[in-house]
């Protein structure tokens, strides 16, 4: 049976990827929209012109539905309303929410972190996932208040609900959710839970001086210290033990290993 802490990891893992998709989709029916609004006005502006060429000047206006389905509120088959700059609004509401988007999966996916917790703390990873439900639950509903085809709004309300139970989450977990759902914070907690003591002796020098010789041996060129002896090394005498101490290293007495019922020497 796994602890309450996987279970934690794996649900908010799940979320973050449910919030992926999303946002996937929404990106993809934002292109598709973009692309069927910029042919319905090509096909308004078309249409339009031929009808000003081939009309008669000399002939008398029609009744006020005729004159509201030649000028309609909205462009036909589009989300783009007949007004001036309607075309430009339009495009440009729909640039800013792929843009969003993008910001949001880079947000999700965590890279780069640094970027985010400078310039966009509220992504960051000192805040929970309550800004990106808020922002989610905006996107949403500002793609289900136009009236859309069935994959833009299939995709919308999916975005919305995800938005919803990211905000719920964030009331839960507040700042540390992104923490738990981390795959370095398994790293982290791991070596926390590293022992520190065998048979009431504190072994943290020992381990420590093992990390640091092991970082010594490995570490790269510009961190080691130019060498002094013929051989590259100071050697296991005297002068290697010196060396040692000055760069801060400990040289411990291994632990006593004989059973206690052995003679003494």
């Not at 989709?25 to 598709?32: E, K, P, Q, T």
């Not at 010789?213 to 210290?225: A, C, L, Q």
Request: aromatic share 10%; net charge positive.
């Amino acid at each position: 049976m796994l602890p309450p802490r996987a279970y934690t990891f794996i649900g908010l893992n799940g979320l973050r990827a449910l919030s992926i998709i999303a946002l996937l989709l929404v990106f993809a029916s934002n292109i598709v929209t973009l692309v069927h609004d910029i042919q319905a006005v090509n096909t308004f502006l078309a249409g339009k012109s031929s009808a000003s060429t081939d009309s008669d000047p000399d002939a008398s206006v029609g009744n006020s539905t005729a004159t509201s389905v030649s000028n309609p509120d909205y462009i036909p088959n589009s989300t783009v309303p007949n007004q001036p700059a309607g075309v430009f609004w339009a495009v440009l509401n729909r640039l800013l929410i792929i843009f969003q988007i993008i910001v949001l999966l880079l947000s999700e996916l965590g890279w780069p972190s640094a970027f985010f917790n400078r310039f966009f703390p509220i992504l960051g990873r000192e805040f929970g996932l309550g800004p990106i439900g808020i922002i989610q639950c905006l996107l949403g509903a500002a793609i289900l208040s136009h009236h859309v085809d069935d994959f833009s709004l299939v995709a919308a309300f999916f975005l919305f609900a995800l938005g919803c139970l990211n905000m719920f989450a964030g009331l839960v977990f507040r700042e540390s959710a992104k923490s738990k759902r981390s795959i370095t914070s398994w790293r982290e907690h791991a070596k926390e839970s590293l022992p520190t003591h065998v048979a009431g002796v504190d072994i943290r020098p020992v381990a420590s001086a093992g990390v640091n010789v092991v970082s010594s041996m490995f570490g790269s060129k510009e961190e080691k210290e130019p060498s002094v002896g013929p051989s590259g090394s100071h050697g296991f005498g005297l002068a290697g033990e010196r060396a040692a101490n000055l760069k801060g290293y400990l040289i411990s007495k291994p632990l006593e290993s004989l059973p206690r019922y052995a003679a003494k020497r």
